[in-house]
Every structure is written in structure tokens, then in C-alpha cells.
């Protein structure tokens, strides 16, 4: 998985540098097809519960999962990469969401916000402690700052299965939830809003958005948990 990880860290990195005014997002997912698979691995979402494509492109309001079209990205728009790679038998899964072009302050803050949640959650991670410990340090520092955490969707346990058990949610209460063990991987993914935390499915049944219309901002990294700690299987260099 660390394999795999350092792969589609790479592949994401590249993904990043094409992100400008005018590109379409079906650019985007065929530059990270051709990646993937020039690098020996699979795509991980690619037929998930019918999903058709490698990437998934989230614009602006869009919150998660959602496809790769014509859409030319424009000034101003934020949009969220989230990308998996199967790779010897193991998945492993990120997201990242980027300014295209200049942003308003506001937007700029929720991707500094949504980020350096991630970064507390993961240091969050290590044995003995909680997913309840994540969920709570992740909440407490997004409400703090004036944004909201989307509720419904949550992050996940991944290893031979894209999807796999516990379910990770990024609120709730200290020392509550299952125990962080050891040898556990998982994927812990704030997806924060501007406005409300109410979500709706895109027309196309896909996708989330926000209900209210608002931004919406994900970032997401595979985790093992070590001995003393863990480690960040899917860091960019």
C-alpha cells in the first residue's frame, strides 16, 4: 500500500500542475487513466458500484464524486481530485482540492481550513486513541473557524477493498467509536462546507452537492496506523 500510495501521490501532483482556466474535466480523467495504468496499478473507482470513470471532478458546490465532462474550468471555481489506484492487490485513495486561477478570500480560507483539518485529524491517529478523537478534532477546529462538516458522508477503512469497515465520521465525541489499532489503514476525509452541512445527489445520481448551493472543499489521505503513530501512506512531496 505505502507502493501504491507514493504512486498515486505522484499521479495527483502531475493531475495538480493541469489545472488552469479552460481545461475541461474529461482532460483531467484521461491524463489520470493514462497515468494510472502507465504505472502498472488500476483505477480503484472506475465500475465502483457503476462509477464510469477513473477521477472525480468536484466543482464549487459539488462535495464528492462528482464526473469528468465537457465542463471548461473557469477563473475563480475551486475544484476537488479525488482519485484511487489499485495497485498489487491493495487500494489506496486521496483528494485534493485546488484554486483555479484567483479565488476570493473566503475561498482561499476554506482550503486552508478544510487542509489543516486533515492535518489534525491525522495527528489524531495513533494506538489507543479513537475515531471519535478524529471526528471531534476535526469538527471543533472547522466550527471554530465558521465553516461546517458535511455529516452524511464520512471517510473509510481501505486495503484489498476500496470500501472497507470502519466507517469514519469527521464529528462526533471524544473517546467514543471503535479503538485505533495497530495495522489498521484508513482514509480520513473532511469535506467541509461554507454554509449548511445539508447535502443533496447531483441529477445524474452520482454526486453530492451542497443543498444550499454553497462551496464545499474535500482532502483526503490513506493512513497507516504504526507502533508509535502512523504514517501517511498517500503525502505529497
Known sequence: MAEGGKILAKIVKELAKKVQPGIKTRQLEKIAEKLILESGGKCSFKGYEKYPFCLCTSINEEIVHALPSDRKLKEGDIISLDLGILYKGFHTDMAITLPVGKLIPEAQRLIRVTKKSLKRGIKKVRPGNTFGDIGNTIQRYVESQGFNVVRDLCGHGIGRELH???????????????????????????????????????????????????????????????????????ELK
Not at 467541509?192 to 444550499?212: A, C, V
Open 164 to 234: 472497507e469497515e470502519p466507517q469514519i465520521l469527521n464529528y462526533g465525541k471524544r473517546h467514543t467509536g471503535p479503538e485505533i489499532k495497530e495495522g489498521m489503514t484508513f482514509c480520513l476525509e473532511p469535506m467541509i462546507t461554507m454554509g449548511d452541512w445539508h447535502i443533496k445527489k447531483t441529477q445524474d445520481g452520482y454526486g453530492w452537492t451542497t443543498k444550499d448551493g454553497f462551496l464545499s472543499c474535500h482532502f483526503e489521505h490513506t493512513i497507516a496506523v504504526t507502533k508509535e503513530g502512523h504514517k501517511i501512506l498517500t
